[in-house]
């Protein structure tokens, strides 16, 4: 089956025989057009009586099909057109589709149907979330997150997030330090009973200074049996005052950097990251990094178009990664240069379809080809074409799997259509 898939896109789209050879310019620009577009359907699981497939293709998302060296301008080069491939890739494949789900099939077992719906099941399992509080808190460090796992709740149509707020003081009223807000905790957390899958730790700038001995031995004795620790801003230093921090890599607020390491010499402190992980512990910037670190969390429960999706709902500009700087290129969006490219990403993303050429995006924010790339690259380590395929690419995907649209009209609507 697969192998026929192979021939008939070569007969189709490179106006190759099916006997093609591997390593021939019709080849590697096939090759390429399947990668691509089986990157575009990462997110569909193919359900078919196949068990076994022999051949070199591999329905592995993210991975070349035929020779390491293939590139995206290899079937640019060769002429093959993204729409006449797609409908290939459908007339073969999909008629033998029997469910959806977002998980994608990896390796060369083909699965059941009821192994693919078992792990949409298991990925969308109910999750028993403690967010720890030191009062008083830095209020966002503690909403922020909590409303990322709340929109999860309720994008998901199910509740996969238990989320139980719980104090080390004695008051179960949490007070929040600009002093506007105030929480209330469910419980003290000696008091928690049963397992549980994740833990937040959130204080404040004050309490990164606690000494709570019983609070730390919990924590010593939590660590090792819990799925993940987390903590938001500041409450770094507590984690490291616990122990848990012993020869890992962290980060703190970048205000806080220097001293994080400076009291703790056996933490690898990282504060220039918005995020980090090590192990089952993750340590975030402040304030909006809590953010990034639920979202990643939501990834890992729930699978990227939720997060996604979450992240829209939030209305947030970009979901940043934990590996971006806290503040280079956050601070530098508002300088005039980097504030061009941002109003620029947004209007990319709205006109897809369009013939989004490096000439064209450079004449829409008034700089010249040389100045543009330049610019372009600098801030978001991409140059224009890659990033514009990129988002081409991550709309066409978001698209197959929220949608029942046909893959010739996402492929149009998102400007991949016309390729060649």
């Known amino acids: 089956m697969i192998r026929s898939v192979r021939n008939e896109i070569l007969a189709a789209c490179c106006g190759a025989p099916p006997s093609a050879k591997p390593g021939t310019a019709a080849e590697n620009a096939t090759a390429a057009v399947v990668t691509h577009m089986l990157t575009l359907l990462n997110g569909i699981t193919f359900c078919t009586s196949v068990r076994r ?11 070349w099909l035929f020779a390491p060296s293939m590139t995206t301008p290899s079937y640019l080069a060769a002429g093959v057109r993204f729409g006449q491939v797609s ?32 792990q949409h099941k298991k990925l969308l399992k109910r999750r028993h979330v403690v967010v720890v509080v030191v009062p008083p808190v830095e209020e966002l460090d503690l909403v922020g997150p909590m409303q990322v796992f709340s929109a999860a709740n309720r994008l998901a149509g199910k509740p996969v997030y238990a989320v139980e707020v719980v104090t080390n ?12 807000l105030s929480f209330l905790a469910q419980r003290r957390f000696p008091e928690l009973k049963g397992s549980f899958d994740s833990l937040l730790l959130v204080c404040g ?28 801003c500041v409450g770094a230093f507590l984690l490291a005052e616990a122990g848990l921090l012993n020869g890992k890599r962290a980060t703190a607020h970048w205000k806080f950097g220097e001293e994080l390491a400076r009291r703790y010499p056996r933490v690898r402190v990282e504060s220039h990251l918005l995020w980090v992980k090590d192990g089952n512990i993750y340590t975030s910037a402040g304030i909006s990094a809590g953010i990034d670190l639920a979202l990643a969390w939501v ?7 939720i997060a996604h999706e979450v992240a829209r709902k939030l209305v947030l500009f970009l979901r940043r990664p934990g590996g971006q700087n806290q503040y280079s290129v956050s601070l530098a969006a508002q300088a005039s240069e980097m504030k061009a490219i941002q109003e620029l990403q947004v209007w990319i993303a709205e006109n897809l379809q369009k013939k989004l050429s490096v000439q064209a995006l450079a004449d829409r924010v008034a700089m010249s080809v040389r100045n543009f790339e330049r610019v372009f690259t600098r801030e978001l380590d991409k140059t224009p074409s890659r990033y514009v395929l990129q988002a081409r690419i ?23 259509g016309a390729l060649t």
Do not use: H
């Open 53 to 63: 497939m022999e051949c070199s293709i591999a329905l592995r998302p993210s991975r």
């Open 87 to 118: 409908v290939v890739l459908r007339q073969t494949l999909l008629p033998s589709c029997r469910t959806r789900s977002l998980r994608c099939i990896v390796g060369k077992a083909m699965p059941k149907p009821s192994q693919g719906d078992s």
């Open 169 to 180: 003081a004695q008051d179960l009223k949490v007070a929040g330090e600009g002093g506007l």
């Open 205 to 232: 700038v004050a309490t990164r200074n606690a000494r709570d001995a019983t609070l730390f031995a919990w924590l010593r004795k939590v660590a090792p049996v819990v799925r993940r620790i987390g903590s938001v």
């Open 299 to 305: 990834e890992e429960d729930c699978g990227a178009a």
């Open 394 to 416: 991550e709309a066409a995907r978001y698209q197959l799997e929220r949608t029942d649209r046909g893959l010739k009209q996402i492929a149009a609507s998102v400007g991949l």
